[in-house]
């Protein structure tokens, strides 16, 4: 099984930017598409947030984040980056790193390993 550990949450000002980041051990990594999704308070379902492919070179993202958050991935250290910039209020949510072997993919159902969440609370 491969173990997810996000850091990098906080809190944050409107407009502002944050960087988290996704350790993972256990398996190698450079197999597995890594992809973040998020849970705002209140809602039910967890929001697809950004996917990298396991090479890197394919990265795809949510309608709502377009053009704001970038994510980035570095196999060498096993890690997956998600840079938020132009932060709103309703970017406030957990978040969370998952990863499945190999295909990239936006749909919820597809990710088996997840991590446990780090809290992002943008204030006005």
């Known amino acids: 099984q491969l173990l997810l550990v996000e850091s990098g949450g906080g809190l944050v000002q409107v407009g502002g930017s944050m960087e988290l980041s996704c350790a993972a051990s256990?398996?190698?990594?450079?197999?597995?598409?890594a992809a973040w999704f998020r849970q705002a308070p209140g809602k039910a379902e967890r929001e697809f947030v950004a996917?990298?492919?396991?090479?890197?070179?394919?990265?795809y993202y949510g309608d709502s984040v377009k053009g704001r958050f970038t994510i980035s991935r570095d196999n060498a250290k096993n890690t997956v980056r998600l840079q938020m910039n132009d932060l709103k209020p309703e970017d406030t949510a957990v978040y969370y790193c998952?990863?499945?072997?190999?295909?990239?993919?936006?749909?919820?159902?597809?990710?088996?390993?997840w991590g446990q969440g780090t809290q992002v609370t943008v204030s006005s």
């Open positions: 998952a990863a499945r072997y190999y295909s990239a993919t936006t749909s919820i159902s597809d990710y088996k390993d």
């Open positions: 256990g398996r190698p990594f450079s197999y597995y598409a």
């Open positions: 996917v990298i492919s396991a090479s890197g070179q394919s990265r």
